[in-house]
Structure formats: C-alpha cells, structure tokens
C-alpha cells in the first residue's frame, strides 16, 4: 500500500472534481455472476511483521468471523529459496507467515504476493532467479491459491527498474510459466500497481494490459484509495466503484472484455494525518464498497486493506487501516463488513440504483426480497420518502419503524420489499416504485 498524499493528487482533483459534479442516476440489472465475488482481508504476516502485533491463532478466527474466505499477504521469496521444492510449508522457515498459512483455523484460499528478489540474486539474474524460487516454493502452497506478481512496481524502489512497464513485463513472462508448474490450478494475477489517482486514473496499468504479456495471466489486480480526495464527501465507495467502471470500459475498449478485474486493495484509515476518515465513516464505505463490488460480475474478488491496526502511531496513516484496532479491539467497520460479506454470500443482486445522492441494491435472499439503501457522498444525507409504515434495519444499530421522509446517511439501510427509488437531492423528494 502506497500513502496518498494530498501534495500528490493535484491531477487527481480535476477529475475528482468531474466526478463530484451530478451525474444522471443509473438503474441497472447486473448480468448474472459466473463465480460468487472472492471476499478477502489483507494482513501483515509476510511483511511489516515486527512490530505490528498480528497473531496467527487470533487472526485466523477473526477472519472466519467476519465471513472472509480469503487472505492476501507477501510469499517472499527470499524465505522460498529454503524450502524443498514440493515439501510442505515450514513453520521454522517460515515463522509467524508459516504459523498462520498452516493453521487449520486459516483459510486455504490465499492470495499470495509474490515479492522481493531472492537472496543472493544479482541485477543479471535476479529474473531467472526469482521464476526458480516461484517453482520452488510456491507448491507448498494450495492448489486454488492465487499468486499476485509483486506489489506496487509502478510506485516500488524496491524493484531497482524505475517501475517502469517494460521491465515488469519481463518479469510477468519469466514468472508465469514458473507458477503454472508449481501450482497448475492457481490463477494468476499481474498489475497490482498504485496508479488508481496519483497519475491519470490507471494509466500504468491500462498500458500493461496492451502488452501481450498481458494475455499470459487470468486477471488484473488493482488498488484503489479515496481518503485523501478532495471535495471529502468523495471519500466514500461510489468514487472508487465509478473509477473501477470507468477502468472496465477502458478494457473492454481495447478487447480485454474477458479479463476480470481482482481488487486486491481498498481501505480508508481511522487515524494518522489528514486524510483519514471517521471510524463510523470507513464502516459505511467498506459496507458501501462491498456490496457494490457484487454487483459487478467483472469484479472478480475484492481485498479489504487489512484486518488490523499494524501500528500505534497517531501521525503515521499507514498504521490505522484496520478493522481492528492494534489490540483487535473491533471498530465499527468489523460489523459492517461481517453484515455486508453475509448479504453478499446469502443473496443474488437484482437491480441496482445509483444516483448523485442516494444509492440502493436491491437483494433476493431465498424467497424474500430487500432493498439496501445508503446517501452516495459521505457526509451527505438524503431523503427518500417511503410512504406506509415499514421497518428499517441500519447496519449495526437498532431496527426502527419508519414512515413518510427517511433521512439516509451513508451507513446502509435494509428496508423490506422492492423500494429502488426515484432519487431527490437531500431535503427534496423521493419516491418509491
């Protein structure tokens, strides 16, 4: 993950700035999924380990709580080049990583960063060598885990090529067929770049796409981030989806129509600067983000960034993104994700409704249909006007009897029935089909 700064999102604005203008609300029926959306948590026992205070045993079980069935963290290679090719994951290799990828209380669904130079590599092998340690290390690993290629080329140092298209092309090609030995039945994603905002939106990974060695992998992974975005009501999951859509037209428009889209990063932080958001906010957009993401079947799975506080620093944002605290005491995003991932495993989108100022998902699970409802901009209400009596269920909170004007805020609303609404502007009129 790369801190966004807001010295850096000068271009950004200006399209934040378009973005932020009122747009036409959508009605949309999604077309069917081929495969449930993958929900996933990122965590810190591959990298940024001393110090961040994750345990296995307890963030296993947080994991299976909150309804993940997948985890995202970095596979170094460094450590794969002490493991025998074919042998079963070690813990005294491994340590706090081997701890955690082997307990039975883990999910067996992994995606793994693969990341990092071995060591002993040298600028005129390093290629060849880290491809080696991939089939060396990576078939200890499940056979339906999927494998990441490196974390942020585009904006790592780490990389000692600029970051540059070209050379994490060559990478791409050397690795790819090292994985499909190791692991034949793992998906393999490339891009996971941080060009979501800080140049134009994508464009290093749109470039990467256009290459052949694009073809050679089974997705795209990508980041995205708001919480430095200016205006701040932007700083909610509709400005991040409309990236991602926008991001999806542009691959379809270059015939990429069949690669799904891997969200492998998205999170707003607590605490730490200034571009961190409220705790009752960031549980509204991981709410917001998650349902939404299922409503698009090119999303293929989506990875929150992380399941806890890594640090304690009030000034150092990158330490605040958990759902957890540094202590695993849960914040309000916990709930919101557990409610949100259970929606998503237990209903089938129908339609949904996105406007300027309100947004809604209408839901079937078994024979009953609901509608989830939430104001589109953070900090923003709106008002939809839901005629007779009905019950409404806030995520999180108490269930309250509602008639006449609802005022929404941007945490989700379950109501019951088919209300996807005619939308009004805060404090205007709204009403229900």
């Given amino acids: 993950m790369v801190l966004r700064s807001m010295a850096s999102l000068t271009l950004a604005l200006l399209l934040s700035s378009w973005a932020g203008m009122p747009q036409p609300a959508a009605s949309t029926k999604p077309a069917s999924r081929s495969a449930p959306l993958i929900l996933g948590i990122n965590t810190h026992f591959g990298s940024k380990v001393t110090g961040s205070n994750y345990v296995p045993g307890q963030s296993a079980t947080a994991i299976r709580r909150l309804g993940f069935e997948s985890w995202r963290d970095v596979a170094s290679m460094g450590r794969f080049t002490r493991l025998r090719a ?86 791409v090609n050397a690795s790819v067929p090292a994985i499909r030995r190791a692991l034949p039945a793992a998906k393999v994603l490339i891009g ?28 795209v992974s990508v980041h995205v981030y708001n919480h430095c975005s200016a205006p701040r009501r932007n700083r909610a999951a509709a400005d991040m989806i409309g990236r991602l859509d926008r991001l999806r037209a542009d691959m379809v428009a270059i015939g990429k129509s069949s690669m799904p889209i891997y969200v492998s990063e998205f999170g707003w932080p607590t605490d730490g600067g200034t571009c961190h958001i409220s705790p009752d906010e960031a549980a509204a957009a991981v709410a917001q983000f998650t349902l939404l993401a299922n409503s698009r079947p090119w999303i ?68 009953t249909v609901q509608t989830i409802a939430w104001a589109t901009k953070a900090n923003t209400p709106a008002t939809l006007q839901v005629g007779k009596t009905v019950m409404a269920r806030p995520f999180c909170a108490p269930s309250q009897s509602v008639s006449g004007s609802y005022r929404l805020s941007g945490t989700p609303v379950v109501l019951p029935g088919d209300m996807l609404p005619r939308v009004g502007a805060a404090g205007g009129t709204s009403a229900l089909r």
């Avoid at 941080?194 to 134009?200: R, S, Y």
């Avoid at 994508?202 to 073809?215: C, I, N, S, V």
């Avoid at 799975?301 to 992380?306: K, L, S, T, V």
């Fill in 192 to 219: 996971g770049a941080a060009d979501d905002q800080q140049d134009l939106e994508f464009r290093w990974t749109k470039a990467l796409l256009r290459r052949p060695e694009a073809a050679l992998a089974d997705g």
């Fill in 300 to 367: 293929a799975g989506i990875w929150y960034y992380e399941l806890k506080d890594s640090g304690t620093n009030p000034d150092d944002i990158e330490s605040h993104f958990g759902l957890y605290d540094f202590n695993m005491a849960p914040k309000p995003g916990a709930c919101a994700a557990t409610l949100a991932n259970q929606l998503v495993r237990r209903g089938t989108v129908l339609q949904t409704y996105e406007g300027d100022d309100l947004t809604a998902v209408l839901v079937r699970t078994g024979s």
């Fill in 86 to 171: 074919g042998s079963a994951l070690e813990k005294s290799v491994l340590g706090q990583f081997g701890a955690f990828a082997t307990s039975a209380a883990t999910p067996q669904s992994p995606l793994l960063i693969v990341n990092t130079w071995p060591e002993g590599s040298t600028p005129a092998n390093r290629v060849q060598a880290f491809a080696a340690a991939l089939q060396q290390g990576l078939s200890a690993f499940p056979r339906g885990s999927l494998i990441e290629i490196w974390n942020e080329w585009d904006k790592n140092p780490d990389n000692q090529t600029g970051g540059t298209v070209e050379g994490y092309a060559n990478l």
